[in-house]
């Protein structure tokens, strides 16, 4: 991750807290969280995800919501659900 960028981290469980300190930590300026349960968003924003999001909110995929929301700059994507259908 390098400063400035954007990323993405899909699962907010804490192996993906601990994703998001990270990029947090690297100097990355936009860090979207992405989860199913909208309960984990409150933990996410406290250590560091500035936006979350969840794809049950939307009818099209959620690749395409990535696209439009960051303008295809998303620099860095972090899949720690341990889905291969996710990736």
Do not use: H, W
């Not at 954007?6 to 907010?12: A, M, S």
């Not at 936009?30 to 933990?43: A, E, P, V, Y």
């Amino acid at each position: 991750v390098t400063p400035g960028s954007t990323c993405v981290v899909f699962g907010l469980g804490g192996v993906g807290l601990s994703v998001i300190m990270g990029c947090k930590a690297a100097g990355a300026s936009r860090i979207i969280g992405i989860d199913l349960n909208k309960d984990k968003f409150q933990k996410a924003m406290t250590v560091g995800a500035t936006e979350c999001i969840s794809p049950k909110d939307y009818t099209k995929p959620i690749s395409e919501v990535l696209s439009e929301m960051t303008g295809n700059t998303v620099g860095f994507s972090f899949e720690v659900i341990g889905r291969l259908e996710t990736m």
